[in-house]
């Protein structure tokens, strides 16, 4: 079994919703911040948002605060996307994510294969 296992892509109209899904293996990702990348063509990885270990602590990127929501439950990792926009079209990545000590860059270790979120206008 691959260790990140993303679901829940697909296309939806501009202001709808999706929630992606996220199976890893706690035993391989022991005390790691979880969490989610994009990436669309021709553009940079974005961070998107992330999660501690102990779920306490969540982070999002600039761009989707107050419209996406992360979550953990066992051994996944969840995020609710509301009112999403076309510029939100790419292949999401679920991470293992590294934060730097204040908090302003992001990098990733390991990945999923991606799933893709299509919106459209």
């Known amino acids: 079994q691959a260790p990140l296992v993303e679901s829940g892509g697909g296309l939806v109209q501009s202001g709808g919703s999706l929630r992606l899904s996220c199976a890893y293996s706690?035993?391989?990702?022991?005390?790691?911040?979880m969490g989610w990348f994009r990436q669309a063509p021709g553009k940079e990885r974005e961070f998107v948002a992330a999660?501690?270990?102990?779920?306490?602590n969540t982070f999002y990127g600039d761009s989707v605060k107050g419209r996406f929501t992360i979550s953990s439950d066992s051994a996944m990792v969840y995020l609710q996307m509301n009112n999403l926009e076309p510029e939100d079209t790419a292949v999401y990545h679920c991470?293992?994510?590294?934060?730097?000590?204040?908090?302003?860059?992001?990098?990733?270790?390991?990945w999923g294969q991606g799933t893709q979120v299509t919106v459209s206008s």
């Open positions: 991470a293992s994510v590294i934060r730097n000590w204040d908090g302003t860059k992001w990098s990733y270790d390991f």
């Open positions: 706690r035993r391989t990702f022991a005390d790691r911040m």
């Open positions: 999660i501690s270990w102990s779920g306490s």
